[in-house]
């Protein structure tokens, strides 16, 4: 329910945004200290956000000697999927363009003042990189929490640490319709009504690769095991109606496993493999990821080489692996990859902050459909798949 007042509140505050941009446009470009420091408050998250999740999901993956095999075919796969996922968002970002504005606007914004920043430098980025530092210090406390015989003790404690986490992030999004009137009153006060054109187009393209993505790439995966990507959604109809009214993956989590095993997957595997997937194996938010990345860059007419192409590619390939099954937590990691980028200017997430929240029942229903199919594949390589609960 509050996620509903959440999502009319952000339409009021776009609606009211785009009425004082256009009618008082100097006002309305004032308004641009609100999206700015709204994006000031998310990015405070990013550090906690992406320890806990990946040391969760790490450390609660089970024993990771006896689990092993299991564990690398199933990091394997997320890799292999989630960049899948990466690189469809970055060619049909490419290929649309739903950042760019043909007549006037965006593309004369102060492009020159990010198009020359320092080449992006692979060294730097990982002895400088405070997320990176953070991600990876997560992966060794979850490896090293796994083998301790109170492990289950301090799972406990960061879990009961993460609830306050999570609760703080919950009430700072209640702030994301001040944010969202913050942005849209500054890009309509400054280049008018056609710079909500791009963010239609996001929108469009966003739901549309997410839906492709579901029912021909994923879809094309459970036919190569004999199975209907239409039948598996009719078997968690239930938990894509959770996620798509709460936009968070990790609400419809226990109901997920629970079905999962019904259809035929091992306890064992479900116990490994969607946890982890949870912050490994996230499709929706990586496709959300790229497409988000190169729309800004485009809106302030930023061109990209082939090279820092693939230099996003790589640095999302790790900064999306910190994203959690959380409202608000992909705006987050966004804000993390553009501070690590350089070249993309930060302040460009004010624009994102009117469709953020329209966005993200997308990611979180391609996310939990994601890995659910994931569940499937590695229970039916290891042999742990009961094909007559399978229907």
């Known amino acids: 329910m509050r996620s509903n007042y959440l999502a009319y509140a952000v339409i009021l505050a776009i609606i009211f945004g785009i009425g004082l941009g256009h009618f008082f446009p100097s006002l309305g470009i004032q308004m641009d200290i609100l999206g700015k420091l709204f994006v000031d408050l998310i990015k405070l998250f990013i550090a906690p956000i992406i320890f806990i999740t990946v040391t969760l999901g790490i450390s609660s993956a089970g024993d990771i000697k006896k689990a092993g095999r299991i564990g690398i075919k199933s990091l394997i796969y997320f890799e292999v999927i989630t960049t899948l996922a990466l690189g469809i968002g970055i060619v049909i970002a490419l290929a649309v363009k739903p950042g760019r504005v043909e007549i006037g606007g965006l593309q004369k914004q102060d492009a020159s003042v990010y198009a020359h920043q320092p080449v992006f430098n692979w060294g730097e980025f990982f002895m400088d990189n405070f997320t990176l530092q953070v991600l990876l210090t997560a992966i060794l406390a979850g490896i090293v929490i796994n083998q301790l015989r109170t492990k289950d003790k301090v799972i406990g404690y960061i879990k009961s640490i993460s609830v306050y986490v999570y609760r703080v992030l919950r009430y700072a999004m209640y702030l994301a319709p001040v944010g969202a009137f913050g942005g849209i009153s500054f890009a309509v006060g400054k280049f008018g009504l056609q710079s909500l054109v791009p963010l239609g187009k996001l929108m469009l393209c966003v739901y549309l690769t997410m839906f492709l993505f579901v029912f021909l790439v994923l879809g094309a995966i459970l036919r190569y095991y004999k199975l209907s990507i239409w039948n598996f959604l009719k078997n968690i109809k239930e938990e894509v109606l959770i996620v798509f009214a709460a936009s968070s993956s990790e609400a419809a989590l226990p109901s997920l496993m629970d079905k999962l095993e019904k259809m035929g997957c091992s306890k064992s595997v479900v116990g490994l493999v969607v946890p982890t997937g949870y912050s490994f194996n996230l499709d929706g938010t990586s496709i959300y990821l790229s497409m988000a990345v190169l729309f800004i860059a485009q809106l302030y007419g930023i061109e990209l080489s082939y090279t820092e ?83």
């Open 309 to 391: 192409l693939f230099t996003i590619l790589g640095i999302l390939m790790l900064t999306s692996k910190g994203a959690a099954g959380v409202t608000g937590s992909g705006f987050i990691i966004l804000a993390s990859t553009l501070t690590a980028i350089h070249k993309i200017p930060v302040e460009g997430l004010a624009f994102l902050l009117g469709i953020d929240k329209f966005m993200s029942e997308a990611r979180a229903i391609t996310n939990i459909i994601g890995n659910g199919v994931a569940t499937i594949v590695i229970a039916k390589n290891e042999n742990e798949f009961n094909e007559g609960l399978a229907k």
